[in-house]
């Protein structure tokens, strides 16, 4: 029976006829406090459904506040684990919400972040294993947010340490991997081909070109990757649906960029 909740979820947070998906991350005020574009929640959550996004990340005390009682509807991720920019270990994260929790929210899957390489490696990956299990015990499905970070990582986007991230992710049960772009379809494609689950893109600090932006979600899709869990780049752009709206073109129908870009304009 928890297979059947798992892929009925999973269809909530996947475009069900591409296998693909567009995710975006309200999760960022844990760390880094309440930045332009997720200091009005509601707002946003609002913008990115209308935009078609398939599915949100947020904590959960923002549950409630991004909730929609109108318009389109959007699949909410529960983030579990956290750390702040203001700690002397920014990248060690703690478990701060259960499955179960999050179930009792209603969420339709949860996420988990986990920086290989750092020095709290190894009680993230414990913190990894239980929250793995405790996802198949109850058919939740299960993003896994892996990084290269940490005293042993020189380049975080370097394809030989973002592949053996993703490989981490799928391997330790994650149903839905998120890493970093490496910057071109070519090197992309050995870190989908190492990883046995879909795999999405992060998008990273927030960009100035909406053309760079749109190459990389291109690119990312051309080496065999199933879509993006796109942040800043999305909820701090002038038109944040419409940014959405650009980014579904590529995703969902297989436009190009200069598809994508007209939306834009």
Same mark, same amino acid.
């Given at each position: 029976?928890? !297979?059947? @909740?798992?892929?009925?979820?999973? *269809? ?30 509601? +707002? ?18 923002? %549950? ?12 909410? !991720? ?5 750390? +702040? ?70 380049? $975080?986007?370097?394809? $030989? ?20 772009? =490496? ?7 050995? %870190? ?7 795999? %999405? ?13 749109? *190459? ?5 899709? $051309?080496?065999?990757?199933?879509? %993006?869990?796109? @942040? ?8 944040? =649906? ?12 297989? @436009? ?6 007209? !939306?834009? $304009?």
């Amino acid at each position: 029976m928890t !297979i059947i @909740g798992k892929h009925i979820r999973m *269809e909530r947070i996947m475009d069900r006829n591409t296998g693909r998906t567009i995710i975006v991350p309200l999760d960022h005020g844990v760390s880094v406090g309440p930045i332009e574009g997720i200091a009005d929640i509601k +707002t946003t959550v609002g913008l990115v459904a209308d935009g078609g996004a398939k599915a949100i990340v947020e904590h959960k005390g923002l %549950v409630g506040a991004g909730h929609r009682k109108q318009g389109s509807d959007i699949g909410l !991720i529960v983030h579990l684990s956290a750390s +702040t920019a203001l700690s002397v270990y920014p990248h060690s994260k703690t478990i701060v919400c259960s499955v179960e929790e999050a179930i009792k929210l209603g969420a339709d899957a949860v996420s988990i972040h986990v920086n290989i390489g750092d020095g709290q490696e190894k009680e993230m990956l414990n913190d990894f294993g239980k929250v793995a299990y405790d996802s198949r015990t109850w058919g939740m499905p299960l993003l896994a947010m892996m990084y290269p970070r940490g005293e042993k990582i020189k380049d $975080e986007y370097d394809v $030989e340490v973002v592949k053996h991230a993703a490989r981490v992710g799928c391997e330790m049960g994650a149903d839905i991997v998120k890493v970093s772009y =490496t910057g071109s379809p070519d090197t992309f494609s050995k %870190v989908v081909e190492g990883c046995t689950v879909p795999v %999405v893109i992060a998008g990273g600090e927030k960009m100035d070109s909406d053309k760079a932006i749109l *190459e990389m979600v291109k690119g990312s899709i $051309e080496a065999g990757g199933s879509g %993006v869990s796109i @942040g800043r780049n999305v909820f701090q752009h002038k038109n944040p =649906t419409r940014m959405v709206q650009a980014m579904a073109t590529i995703i969902l129908k297989n @436009g190009s960029v200069e598809d994508a870009l007209k !939306i834009l $304009e």
